[in-house]
């Protein structure tokens, strides 16, 4: 069997993986052909990290392989939406987490964005926002109003000089951010009818927090 091993010389087709990268031996039985180890679009989990320059005698740049936490987080963060629940999650992954989520833009996908949000305010409360001030930017609250609602822990907001009036939709909802202790809204051209409509769950449910400061 051996002897006939050598008179062929066919040892099969030999390959070599170096940084990622699948190769074929030049004194294999078939031509060098480079080829990915790893084939995937660019939507799935690259396994390494970008390239950095090598400290060691050997020149060029190095790849280095992604910790399988890290790889576990970036996989969850590209399937977000199929999350049901964050809470009892450890806060330790709470950051990392969440900036990855934000890296793929999913909070600018309006398919998405309210559904993710609500991941996050219900495990994590305050430490996703603890205050915000919209001050002068009554754009943003119109069009964003319904994700600052799902801040369901926020205890500071400014919403000063944004043209409120008295039947904006927010006032319906102030009176249900329970966590809510300071709430500013000069000159918004509120009458007694404003006020009245904003604390309407509270004087007829109970529903709100009596000790806020408006």
Same mark, same amino acid.
């Given at each position: 069997?051996?002897?006939?091993?050598?008179?062929?010389?066919?040892?099969?087709?030999?390959?070599?993986?170096?940084?990622?990268?699948?190769?074929?031996?030049?004194?294999?039985?078939?031509?060098?052909?480079?080829?990915?180890?790893?084939?995937?679009?660019?939507?799935?989990?690259?396994?390494?990290?970008?390239? #950095?320059?090598?400290?060691?005698?050997?020149?060029?740049?190095?790849?280095?392989?992604?910790?399988?936490?890290?790889?576990?987080?970036?996989?969850?963060?590209? #399937?977000?939406?199929?999350?049901?629940?964050?809470?009892?999650?450890?806060?330790?992954?709470?950051?990392?987490?969440?900036?990855?989520?934000?890296?793929?833009?999913?909070?600018?996908?309006?398919?998405?964005?309210?559904?993710?949000?609500?991941?996050?305010?219900?495990?994590?409360?305050?430490?996703?926002?603890?205050?915000?001030?919209?001050?002068?930017?009554?754009?943003?609250?119109?069009?964003?109003?319904?994700?600052?609602?799902?801040?369901?822990?926020?205890?500071?907001?400014?919403?000063?000089?944004?043209?409120?009036? $008295?039947?904006?939709?927010?006032?319906?909802?102030?009176?249900?951010?329970?966590?809510?202790?300071?709430?500013?809204?000069?000159?918004?051209?509120?009458? $007694?009818?404003?006020?009245?409509?904003?604390?309407?769950?509270?004087?007829?449910?109970?529903?709100?927090?009596?000790?806020?400061?408006?």
């Amino acid at each position: 069997m051996s002897s006939n091993t050598e008179n062929t010389g066919d040892t099969g087709q030999v390959y070599v993986n170096e940084k990622g990268t699948l190769y074929q031996l030049k004194n294999s039985s078939r031509p060098r052909v480079p080829s990915r180890l790893f084939k995937r679009p660019r939507s799935e989990i690259d396994l390494y990290d970008e390239p #950095h320059n090598n400290s060691s005698d050997e020149p060029g740049n190095t790849h280095q392989p992604k910790s399988l936490q890290l790889l576990a987080l970036d996989f969850i963060a590209r #399937h977000i939406e199929l999350v049901e629940s964050l809470v009892d999650f450890p806060d330790l992954i709470a950051k990392p987490l969440f900036d990855l989520v934000e890296k793929y833009k999913i909070f600018h996908d309006e398919r998405r964005q309210s559904q993710v949000l609500q991941l996050f305010c219900e495990a994590y409360g305050q430490d996703i926002l603890d205050g915000l001030d919209m001050a002068g930017h009554y754009l943003a609250l119109n069009q964003y109003l319904h994700l600052l609602l799902q801040f369901n822990s926020i205890t500071k907001l400014d919403i000063s000089r944004c043209e409120l009036g $008295d039947d904006h939709e927010f006032l319906l909802h102030a009176g249900c951010m329970e966590s809510l202790k300071i709430l500013r809204l000069s000159e918004n051209g509120l009458s $007694d009818a404003g006020i009245q409509m904003m604390t309407t769950k509270l004087r007829m449910f109970g529903i709100g927090d009596r000790k806020s400061v408006v």
